[in-house]
């Protein structure tokens, strides 16, 4: 995979023709919130080829992952304007290693929905169908990735946020074990769910990302150093028995692909996980409580949006939150402060815990009879822009095999794994925590067998 | 669906939030509060008994950092950024 | 006829370099927002650091209260809108503080002890500051993230002077244990009060809790404020609201907040950016081996080991650093009741005259101990002791050097006397002749005559007693 890298090198020197290229797409899918890549973060340093398989590579960086110099607006009219003071540890790992951060890309408001529509400050289509969306909330870092703007992206995964917009764009996306990669930089949403995570156009590149951006952070005492077991090859993949409501055309890819699988030599280990439909409702509670707290600092007295008048402190912070933030950011905050609120909280917050508890229990057991467990990342392909059958209920709803590895804080990596109706369709292979290695085996062998599909009007030998 | 959230419930939430809502966004954003609320009853069918609460991802060592001071130096950069000062003051209008 | 039931929350500051979640300096008197960074502001993306010290000097605190101590102590996040708060929420602890069920014995009054129970003591962090300025606020976060532990007593003690002296006490106990500067002017211990009366025997009554209180006698003087206030209701048979008032130290009254306090529901809920902390057993002997003879207990063994008076233990007990010289001073010297005395008076009054502390004076303990031993031994007397003192601040010597120096030694020895008293005997041969013919009056002139001669250094039962011999 090495030749993708060097031909990115060799690409995006010349400068002109990258730009072109890069705004020729933009101005189609509108990944970016802020592209820029002549902005050279004075911490970057060169760093000879050889030295770093990211040397000269230029990314994107979701924009709720802070960059010195560059906006750090999570999407939200309440940060619009706000240039962050300081640089994230993965990014800063990147830019150590020769990488260049070239824009900040478009996200759910403070990495909230499924679509990127709820970005209160850009819309952001499929490079695959422009009328669709690109998935998110990383959906900008999935599109720009898809559409060959930058060979890889960082987004933050808290409930799917990588892994679902991966697979509606058909790239790789990682969701790292919970505190392999430093949050240091990442704006909250749901601290103890969340990571930053890769999205990228080859595993071998996601896993180069992975392996630069991992590491225990002082800045961050969540973060681990990540400590896999002895390396084994992946024999038993669990599947689920009872696989229910998938859209026909990902029922039909992820059927093929079992039998790809079963072809390279696989077991197929069939599974039960009779918390999953408990999922969701364990997730929001959980994801939305912290993000009451997490999105209080919002609050227009030290940046962001300060309202035209207020008459003094309290009507400032109402007035500041109320036009600042979006629908599902004010429902997600109430639904919050809610299951929170005295009264409620042993019967919804803790209750979640407990539950959190009982999924990765369930998880614990499957990994005893499987290496790793696969499933459909998202019960439909990319769907369109405005689409009412998806409203944000249903939407949250099909989250229902991500969030799984939010909730248990093990690794998942989804891969592209065919098209339906000419839509990608993604896979999702979770591990235990800290092997990631796994992920990457799998999703590796399965791309010598079903070579990833390269996005209509896209190259990735840029030659052009 | 049972409608298990009044409208004052709401409302106290929300002032709690320091959200101010129009009649109208209580009545939008109030149906999918509820909505999820509901939801989230399905958890009662869980038997959790015995099972202590996951509080944080996982819990490694206890993690501590020494006691030194590193200088601010984006105290400045921190203070470009507030929308009103005075002298390195953040102001903030208070009509009493 | 009543009852008074009345309990503090104490906050103090850890005596920490950098504030508690970042590495930002903890330091007074700074410009407005020079010590903050996007983590104590609360910049998108920040996440808190644990400071050891701090959780290591909130142990030793709770661990000095008697209390329980957590075996995972976990730090949640308490919930509320305030400008001073740039999170919005404050990290603090709830369900697993580092101490509960402790209490500590509180001296409160002559040869009283009381034992106050505590509730529990939990670190967290200190909001900003806010100044009103007419129509606007002005924010300072310079002090947002000091290190704040609290401590809340149970409903123990019966008024406003108890409390006063209570917290006067604990103000000592942190200043021992070196945790804290214990600084009611500068914020870095404050407190407020929780009240209720009730007729005697009936339990305790509705609570109102008293804030804004900044020294000690506000605490007595809100208290017993409040004890009229809620007495006369109880009297005239109106129903005590159950608020929080704030004391008005221009008034002397208390005033209700009328805040909406009902809704206050902080949803506390475990701090996901921070670990439980669990302490290892080198950690808790490290805490064991900070701790200190508390005040109570150390004046009662220095009156027991050293024989000093009620007066005397209480003054040389005030601080640590006193009573550890006062020790090492005794000890050095074999003599505790003078040197007790000795710091009461004149080392107190040169250190006033010299305007030094007793640390930054050139009295070490070992010339203190010196001094003394040089007077008890009789190698001088009163006089050149308090000569000597005085010569020990302005030059800066050990008094064995300067009585060698000055040749301020006693004469006790006849044959030294003895030439001296000749001379004096034939200056003033008329006087001699006076006294030796009855005129016993006269006698003291001379003893003075010697004194002079030899600069106040001769033994004056020594003179006595040569002048007794010469005159017959």
Not at chain 3, 188 to 193: E, G, K, P, Q, T
Request: a negative charge; proline letters at 5%; aromatic letters at 8%.
């Amino acid at each position: 995979m090495a030749k993708l890298e060097d031909s990115w090198r060799r690409f995006s020197e010349k400068a002109a023709s990258y730009t072109a290229y890069a705004k020729a797409w933009e101005a189609k899918i509108g990944a970016f919130l802020s592209f820029n890549p002549q902005h050279n973060p004075a911490s970057t340093s060169a760093v000879p080829a050889g030295q770093s398989p990211v040397a000269g590579l230029p990314f994107g960086v979701k924009d709720n992952i802070a960059v010195a110099g560059f906006p750090l607006t999570c999407g939200s009219k309440m940060l619009e304007g706000l240039t962050s003071p300081y640089t994230a540890t993965a990014v800063q790992k990147l830019i150590d290693g020769g990488a260049r951060p070239v824009g900040k890309t478009n996200l759910d408001e403070f990495g909230m929905g499924s679509s990127t529509d709820n970005s209160a400050l850009g819309k952001t289509n499929n490079p695959w169908d422009v009328t669709r969306v690109a998935g998110g909330s990383s959906g900008g870092s999935a599109a720009c990735v898809a559409a060959g703007q930058v060979p890889f992206a960082l987004g933050s995964d808290t409930g799917g946020s990588v892994r679902q917009p991966a697979a509606f764009c058909g790239v790789y996306g990682l969701k790292p074990t919970y505190g392999t990669v430093s949050r240091f930089g990442l704006t909250a949403y749901a601290s103890s769910l969340e990571v930053i995570g890769v999205l990228a156009t080859t595993v071998g590149l996601t896993r180069s990302v992975y392996d630069l951006i991992k590491g225990e952070d002082g800045n961050d005492q969540t973060s681990l150093k990540s400590e896999p077991g002895p390396a084994r090859p992946v024999r038993k993949i669990g599947i689920l028995k009872n696989l229910t409501g998938l859209a026909p055309g990902v029922e039909a890819v992820y059927r093929e692909s079992l039998a790809t699988l079963k072809k390279l030599g696989y077991t197929l280990v069939e599974v039960e996980l009779p918390t999953l439909e408990y999922a969701v409702s364990a997730y929001y509670t959980i994801a939305t409580a912290e993000a009451s707290a997490n999105l209080a600092r919002f609050n227009g007295i030290r940046y962001g949006l300060r309202p035209e008048y207020a008459e003094n402190p309290e009507d400032l912070i109402r007035k500041a939150r109320t036009a600042g933030f979006g629908d599902e950011v004010k429902t997600r905050i109430l639904l919050g402060s809610y299951v929170l609120r005295s009264g409620f909280q042993d019967q919804f917050y803790t209750k979640a815990q407990k539950v959190r508890t009982a999924i990765r229990r369930d998880f614990d057991r499957i990994f005893e009879e499987a290496d790793v467990f696969l499933s459909p990342t998202f019960p439909t392909t990319a769907f369109a822009h405005g689409d009412t059958t998806m409203t944000s209920f249903q939407q949250k709803l099909a989250d229902k095999f991500t969030v799984t590895a939010n909730l248990t804080g093990q690794p998942g990596l989804s891969f592209p794994a065919g098209l339906a109706d000419g839509l990608p369709v993604g896979l999702q292979v979770l591990a235990p925590v800290f092997e990631e290695g796994r992920l990457f085996e799998v999703a590796d062998r399965f791309a010598e067998a079903v070579p990833p599909a390269a996005c209509p009007g896209t190259s990735l030998d840029w030659s052009l | 669906m049972k409608h298990i959230m009044d409208i004052r419930e709401l409302e106290i939430t929300a002032e709690l939030a320091q959200i101010a809502l129009t009649p109208v966004e209580l009545e939008r954003l109030g149906r999918e509060v509820t909505q999820m609320v509901s939801y989230f009853e399905k958890m009662k069918e869980v038997d959790t008994d015995g099972l202590e609460p996951t509080t944080h991802a996982f819990v490694k060592a206890n993690r501590v950092r020494p006691d030194a001071v590193k200088p601010s130096t984006l105290a400045d950069a921190a203070l470009e950024r507030a929308p009103e000062l005075e002298d390195r003051f953040i102001v903030i209008p208070n009509v009493l | 006829m009543y009852d008074t039931f009345v309990g503090l929350e104490i906050h103090i500051h850890l005596l920490t370099k950098s504030k508690v979640f970042c590495s930002c300096k903890a330091h007074y008197g700074d410009e407005p927002n020079t010590n903050v960074c996007p983590v104590c502001l609360g910049y998108p993306g920040v996440l808190p650091v644990l400071n050891e010290e701090a959780i290591k000097l909130a142990y030793v605190v709770a661990q000095a209260l008697n209390c329980r101590l957590s075996p995972r102590t976990l730090f949640e996040r308490k919930n509320y809108f305030y400008p001073d708060l740039p999170k919005n929420y404050q990290i603090s602890q709830f369900r697993d503080p580092v101490g509960e069920n402790g209490f500590i014995d509180v001296p409160l009054g002559e040869g009283v002890t009381k034992r106050i129970r505590i509730h529990d003591v939990h670190l967290e962090e200190d909001a900003g500051k806010m100044i009103h300025a007419g129509d606007m606020s002005l924010c300072d976060y310079n002090r947002t993230g000091y290190p704040l532990l609290e401590i809340v007593t149970e409903p123990d003690l019966s008024g406003g002077e108890e409390a006063e002296r209570f917290l006067q006490y604990f103000q000592r106990v942190v200043r021992y244990l070196h945790v804290s500067d214990g600084n009611m002017e500068e914020g870095s211990l404050r407190c407020d009060a929780n009240i209720s009366i009730n007729k005697t025997g009936g339990g305790l009554g509705t609570k109102v809790e008293v804030k804004n209180l900044n020294s000690s006698r506000f605490v007595r003087k809100a208290l017993e404020f409040e004890f009229k206030r809620q007495s006369a209701q109880f009297e005239a048979g109106t129903r005590i609201v159950q608020e929080t008032r704030l004391w008005n130290e221009n008034r002397d009254v208390t005033e209700s907040m009328r805040s909406k306090e009902s809704s206050h529901d902080y949803r506390y809920f475990p701090e996901p950016d921070l670990p439980p902390f669990v302490p290892s057993g080198d950690f808790l002997r490290l805490v064991d081996s900070l701790q200190v003879e508390l005040p109570l207990a150390r004046r009662e063994r220095l009156k027991t080991t050293w024989g000093l008076s009620a007066e005397q233990a209480d003054f040389v007990s005030e601080s640590k650093s006193l009573a550890d010289y006062f020790e090492t001073t005794a000890k050095a010297s074999g003599q505790g009741a003078s040197v007790a005395n000795w710091l009461m008076g004149d080392v107190q009054k040169e250190l006033k005259h010299f305007d030094l502390t007793l640390e930054a004076s050139p009295l070490s303990s070992a010339r203190l101990a010196q001094l003394v031993t040089l007077l008890e031994s009789g190698r001088i007397h009163i006089k050149i002791a308090k000569q000597l003192l005085i010569a020990v601040f302005e030059e800066n010597k050990d008094p064995e050097t300067l009585v060698k120096e000055k040749g301020w030694e006693a004469i006790t020895t006849e044959s030294q006397l003895q030439p001296i008293l000749d001379k004096v005997f034939a200056e003033h041969s008329g006087v001699v002749d006076a006294i030796r013919a009855g005129d016993q009056r006269q006698k003291g002139f001379l003893v003075g005559q010697v004194m002079q001669a030899t600069g106040g250094r001769a033994a004056p039962a020594l003179v006595n007693q040569l002048l007794a011999k010469a005159l017959g």
